[in-house]
């Protein structure tokens, strides 16, 4: 009696993604080097009588043949490591899944070496956090179809399922489920972003205590703003602390880590010249935030504005509409990233099923997310998420009070860096003529780098010192 799957790595999302499996009635152990990492897999997992191992050679004897093993270990050289670890004791055909979030370009190179020694490998992205992990994730696999196609059942068994549909499905070749996970944490990044801009707005602005923000989150989350990350983030506005008898996030220190998977698709962006300035602000402040001592020397040094806003009514509606519209901006600049990337790797990504899977499960999981996949399916070769009418006549809505959101923090020196971009980037988007004629012109000026006309096919050059001056 040999297990159908085994995880290695029983740390809160390996353990409770072996629980799910079990639940489902697959017969799955793990394996983990920590004894109580292994001890809490047998309590939690006492209704399903889970054991794991604690010898690498045990746990691989007891898999069934060809095996199936799931990473799910920090990114990074620890998954070189196990998998270094694991080869010589694997058999031709046996199958390894990596599902932590490693790097697009890591993948790619693990899957070519593995294959090479006759191993399916493929990489897979997870995301809905330890609930998600326990109750139904939202998955991301690519690379080797064969072998996805061989764990397919048991994905789609212990998924999220958003009106029957599971929140798995096949996202294309080589390290596409990757990559396509590392763009949902830029979206991530973006959305928790314009979340922290909207809070300070709220505090700042408009003055409001923890109760009104968690009134205002509260009433936001049953309207079209109802997302998985507005709805914790809410949460936290009702949480108190023992220690200061206060709120907990009033005791909270104002500098964000983060683990690099934002910055990863920001670096990418540019490599691919497809820009996503609103993920890459975001990536960008919690950078900023670091700056403690500084920027506490600069608040006391330079003067700002006074930050507070009448018409309290009037802003408050405005921001909801801001929010929704650095929302959808912040999804249409991942997908409109993933589109290129598509095409540049050869990924074949298809966006609806993207955005379908992404309904539930994961932690970007939205009601937007709906009308997203509403677009992709009216027209699988939208060109931008900016294109598709529905969206366009939501923003036609939204873009005044948009606009009066970011003026006004501007004005009352308050720091939107996400608010600002989004509103800037939809106004680039939908400019016709923009003024880089003239950087075309200044290129030449100085570099001979020659231009295009508008009245004529064919490469320019004009002696600029001698011309018309
Ligand atoms: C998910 C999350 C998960 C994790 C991020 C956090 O989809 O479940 O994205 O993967 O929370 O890696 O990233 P930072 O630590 O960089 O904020």
Redesign the pocket.
Known sequence: NKYTLGMIGLGTMGRNLLLNMADNGYSVTGYDKSPDMLKKLEEDGKAHQLKGFAVLEDFIQSLELPRRIVLLVPAGAIVDSVIQELVPLLDKGDLIIDSG?SHFTDTSRRAEELAAQGFHFFGMGI???EE?ARFGPSMMPGGDKEAYNAVKPILEAVSAKVNGDPCVAYIGPGASGHFVKMV??GI?YSVMQILAETYDLLKNSLGYNNEQIYATFDKWNNGRLKSFLLEVTKDIFKVKDVKSGGYLIDVIKDQA??????KWTSQVSMDLQLPIPTINESVSARDLSKFKTLRVALGAALPHPSQKVEHTEEFEAHLEQALYFAMITSYAQGLHLLAQASIEFKYELNLQEISQIWRGG??IRAVLLEDIYQAYKKQPELPHLYSDESIQKQLKDILPGTRNVVVTAINHGIAVPCFASALTYYDSLRTANSPLNLTQAQRDFFGAHTFERTDSEGIFHANWNENNI
């Open positions: 979030n995301s809905g956090g998600g949902h944490n991530e880590k983060s683990k690099g998977t934002g994961c932690i």
